[in-house]
DNA sequence: TATGATTACTCATCATTCTGAGTAGGGAGA
DNA sequence: TCTCCCTACTCAGAATGATGAGTAATCATA
């Protein structure tokens, strides 16, 4: 049951309609958690029913009508409540990485060829966080910015974003590159 | 549907029982997917009955008899399709950075304490997956592995586990570090 | 003046993952 | 000898997440 606490975090930083929270979880949200709209739109209504977020309609002319969300005083309780319990230990769970494992035993070229496209999103992740990261601290430089400045919260969450997939853009150019060698070399038959 | 996978992709490392899955899937495995040992039984015979793997019965004088599993041609091809289908992005699910992101609202103390646990965790899984790495390649260098060594999969997907784990176990510290000195100092109320 | 993109959401259902509770025998240490 | 831990698994059901298919109005582009 995290997706909700997600959802919380993410109202922190403001008031949301359901559609700005789609978009969020596509940049920097998407750091430490990543739903499709559709899902968001329900959890959205089941915080509200469970009093932890409190919606204000906003009626726009030339666009329809959204409803802003904010975080109630139970809705922080809550999140305060979370932030003590004892968390689940962090895992990556990829595709990919899956592909990779079996890569001796199954067609190369496929895999490279995802490999290159992640690698190339994985670039764009790493621009889109970097600015964020850039809007986040205004004029400040890092140092000052992780000494003194605030929000930390969103802020450390984007930097680990950030090294995340620069890390995972780095992997992906390297095995694409190794396979790539391998596969053009003739090399002992694979077990 | 990617467990299904990830213990295909597992079992092509050699012969395995669920138990012993279970236990890879706590170290090596644990890299592209993380799974709960019901988990794995039930994947196993879902598996089995789809003719994409085969047990067979190993008694054991001292020890409950057991089932040890491999992948059939059904499976490989299975994997073949799957490696060239193409894959869902990636991204970190990871409560305590929903905490953190948080962290500017809630109180910090028992953040702080979970970052430091998981920095240790993660400095574990780091000792544990360089052995690991160790043990693949035996007596090459990385280079040479790297260039010629087989199997190059399970090796990659360890590499990757590996910066993984380093890059969080880094950003824990550091964050734990900047916390707690936030916290040992006045600061402008958050907002 | 179509066409498609964008804002803003809803509903229903399916797939997948997680959790708790068991079973059963052997070995090791107090 | 009592208890706990390790091997080796099973079953059922709850919780969570993903997907497909809509609705409806405005706006920009061709």
């Known amino acids: ?36 709209p559709q899902q968001l739109y329900l959890e959205l209504s089941k915080l509200e029913n469970d009093g932890l977020i409190s919606g204000r309609e906003v009626v726009q002319q030339t666009r ?40 001796d035993h199954v067609e190369v070229a496929p895999v490279i060829e995802q490999l290159d496209q992640r690698a190339a999103a994985a670039a764009a992740k790493v ?11 205004g004029d400040l430089d890092e140092e000052t910015f992780l000494r003194d400045g605030t929000p930390i919260g969103p802020y450390l969450t984007c930097l680990r974003g950030k090294r995340f997939e620069q890390e995972h853009h780095d992997w992906c150019v390297r095995a694409a590159a190794l396979l790539r060698d391998r596969a053009a070399r003739p090399l002992p038959a694979p077990r």
Chains 1, 2 share one sequence.
């Open 1 to 36: 049951m995290s997706l909700r606490h997600a959802v919380l975090a993410a109202l922190l930083s403001g008031e949301y309609s359901g559609y700005q929270l789609t978009k969020a979880f596509d940049v920097g949200v998407a750091n430490f958690w990543y739903a499709q």
């Open 64 to 103: 329809p009508t959204k409803r802003l969300f904010s975080v109630t005083d139970a809705g922080l309780a809550e999140l305060e409540r979370f932030a003590a319990a004892t968390s689940k230990p962090s895992f990556i769970r990829d595709d990919l990485l899956v592909k990779v494992q079996a890569v």
């Open 127 to 137: 621009e889109i966080l970097d600015k964020l990261l850039r809007r986040f601290r």
